[in-house]
């Protein structure tokens, strides 16, 4: 669901890899190719389990390397392999085609030209025209599941052209807007392709209803549900991704949902930060920071791990996002274009600690682009805490 996935993804792309003697695995001569687009492929570790095929789930872990060996994202950092489903557009080309020739168990060595990677124009800490080295080992291969979901008798449509029906009914509230919701669900295409599933990947998906954070066939629909209904949905396109469509989601695509609500919690509206007596410090770059609390010790440095809340507000005051809500904190490497560039910039002045208030200009946030709740040229205001950073 999430409108970042492509940018992220490659951003958290790359490996720890299981030593050789993993079950399931066996030994082999590395064998090397160059495929007709330039990828250049070499099997480090061959295994035996199932082919990778389009709109497989996978589970991998990986190093991703500038070609002078400056690693740039590790799986390794993270407890967990990454999940991703091969899909249209959700990876850089290079990692697609790649991946579209392994098995589960193999453990290979990528060597992206820019023209699958990022081209000239770079992304985050991948400079402009790179070549990319990635090891990625697949963990595990799930087969997509395959088959549309009958309608039933007892389908009711909107006026806005949603059609709804519950399942399972419930016990628990209402939702409403504001609430953080925990949603697990599945969606098909109009032809029984299963596009996204987060029973695939295990873990359910938390968001706040009513923020512009989900398609608004979801908004809507989930109106009209309780905590315990489980629900279909069936989405026509102008309720989902429009004329464009998303990742492998085709254009004018109409969607079908199941869903069910785990749980549901009223969250209280975190209190902005008062600022007004507090003088600012303007950078050259026009990030606007008020410090309301110094904290301790040195500044953060460039790859420093940083665990952050933040509460992150429009210009009318409009809250789009809030961790402190989740209560659920965030991490990041600070200076690896892992997040706006007015949050590295923004997170370098701060130690450990301290609280502030970042007004960030459109030209370190997202720019001319929309992202979910977030206008075209929007001033964002961010405000921080930085709890802790290693």
Not at 89 to 99: H, K, Y
Request: aromatic share 8%; with cysteine; glycine share 14%.
């Amino acid at each position: 669901m999430s409108y970042l996935l492509r940018s992220i993804l490659v951003i958290l792309l790359a490996g720890w890899f299981l030593p050789s003697c993993v079950p399931g695995r066996v030994a082999g001569v590395p064998e090397s190719r160059e495929t007709a687009s330039g990828l250049q492929f070499t099997y480090l570790d061959r295994g035996t389990g199932p082919r990778i095929g389009d709109g497989s789930t996978l589970k991998i872990h990986y190093r991703a390397m500038l070609e002078d060996g400056s690693l740039f994202d590790d799986s390794g950092q993270r407890a967990e392999p990454l999940t991703v489903r091969m899909a249209r557009n959700q990876l850089i080309p290079g990692l697609t085609e790649g991946l579209s020739m392994m098995r589960q168990g193999d453990r290979v060595r990528l060597v992206i030209p820019p023209s699958l990677g990022y081209g000239e124009e770079g992304y985050g800490p991948v400079p402009p025209g790179a070549t990319l080295v990635y090891e990625v080992e697949v963990i595990e291969v799930t087969a997509p599941e395959e088959g549309l979901p009958e309608a039933g008798s007892d389908l009711k449509t909107t006026e806005s052209g949603l059609a709804y029906s519950i399942l399972q009914a419930g016990q628990g509230a209402p939702l409403e807007g504001g609430m953080e919701v925990t949603i697990h669900y599945t969606g098909w295409l109009e032809n029984g392709r299963v596009f996204d599933s987060s029973l695939n990947r295990g873990e359910p998906i938390r968001f706040t209803l009513g923020r512009g954070m989900v398609i608004p066939g979801w908004e809507e629909g989930l109106l009209l549900l309780r905590v315990g209904d489980v629900a279909r949905l069936h989405v026509p396109h102008h309720l989902a991704y429009g004329e464009n469509g998303r990742g492998e989601i085709p254009p004018r695509a109409d969607l079908v949902f199941e869903l069910e609500v785990i749980q549901a919690r009223d969250i209280p509206r975190p209190e902005p930060f008062a600022v007004d007596h507090l003088e600012p410090l303007v950078t050259g770059n026009g990030l606007t920071v008020f410090i309301l609390e110094e904290g301790s010790g040195e500044l953060p440095s460039p790859g420093n791990i940083l665990t952050v809340h933040y509460s992150g507000y429009l210009e009318d005051g409009t809250l789009f996002d809030s961790s402190v809500q989740r209560g659920d904190p965030i991490r990041f490497v600070l200076g690896r274009g892992q997040v706006i560039a007015g949050w590295d910039e923004g997170f370098a002045l701060l130690r450990k600690g301290a609280r502030a208030r970042l007004i960030i200009p459109p030209h370190l946030a997202y720019g001319e682009r929309e992202r979910g709740p977030i206008p075209p040229n929007a001033t964002l205001f961010f405000d921080v805490e930085l709890i802790d950073f290693h």
